[in-house]
């Protein structure tokens, strides 16, 4: 049998599932996200060297708050849930091919090839559910501004994977040589003698211009593979 303390590691993924995000379960719980992040991580206690275990206390807590039966979270996923309202056995468990992936700032993601492989938990804004077809890489961001309108509207949340290259018409997030990082959609136009692609990053907005590769450096950081978006 599987430690308690990777049981409940497993069961806050499935709440953060059930929640929707890393931000909603930790309204939902009364618990800061940074804390969710130390126990979804096992970071190491700074005083005792040990990685930071969930207190039974805090267990029922948060079961009590998140409306799940005493005991849930000490239940692995594998084993089925505790026996809910009306005889039902239900089994809580993150689907098979999901993932979690970090919902990160421009700053961060346009440093992205740098820092990916030191990210921490507790380094993102929050953490999302994905598909698994994505690559580790993979990263969540918040469209800023009205220059993608009307397609993209401020606030929406877009997926972006570095291992996907673009191709005409895809949507990508780069950053230009003054460090500065944008979303646009990329038109390929020709091939230098290099051999290098030129392209464009287009606003689908016509108020805002577009900047193309021959005229200035452009990095791409990754391809958009999914695009979400609140109704209210």
């Avoid at 997926?159 to 230009?176: E, H, L, M, T, Y």
Wanted: aromatic share 8%; hydrophobic share 35%; charged share 25%.
């Amino acid at each position: 049998m599987q430690p308690i303390d990777v049981t409940r590691r497993e069961k806050l993924g499935l709440l953060i599932k059930e929640a929707g995000s890393q931000a909603a379960l930790s309204d939902t719980i009364g618990k800061a996200p940074a804390q969710i992040s130390q126990w979804l991580n096992a970071s190491l206690n700074s005083k005792t060297g040990k990685p930071r275990v969930m207190s039974n206390a805090v267990a029922r807590e948060i079961e009590a708050k998140a409306g799940k039966p005493e005991g849930w979270m000490d239940v692995p996923a594998e084993s089925g849930d505790l026996s809910m309202p009306g005889g039902s056995n239900v089994e809580f468990k993150l689907p098979k091919g999901s993932r979690l992936i970090p919902h990160i700032s421009y700053v961060q993601a346009g440093a992205w090839t740098e820092i990916a492989n030191s990210f921490q938990l507790s380094d993102a804004y929050d953490w999302l559910i994905s598909s698994d077809a994505h690559s580790v890489e993979t990263f969540a961001l918040t469209v800023r501004g009205n220059s993608m309108e009307p397609d993209f509207r401020d606030g929406d949340l877009i997926i972006i994977d570095p291992s996907v290259r673009p191709r005409p018409g895809s949507f990508v997030f780069a950053k230009n040589g003054r460090e500065e990082a944008t979303f646009k959609k990329y038109r390929h136009r020709s091939v230098d003698v290099l051999g290098n692609d030129i392209f464009e990053l287009v606003p689908l907005n016509d108020d805002y211009p577009t900047m193309r590769s021959d005229e200035q450096a452009i990095e791409i950081i990754g391809t958009m593979v999914e695009h979400r978006r609140t109704y209210r």
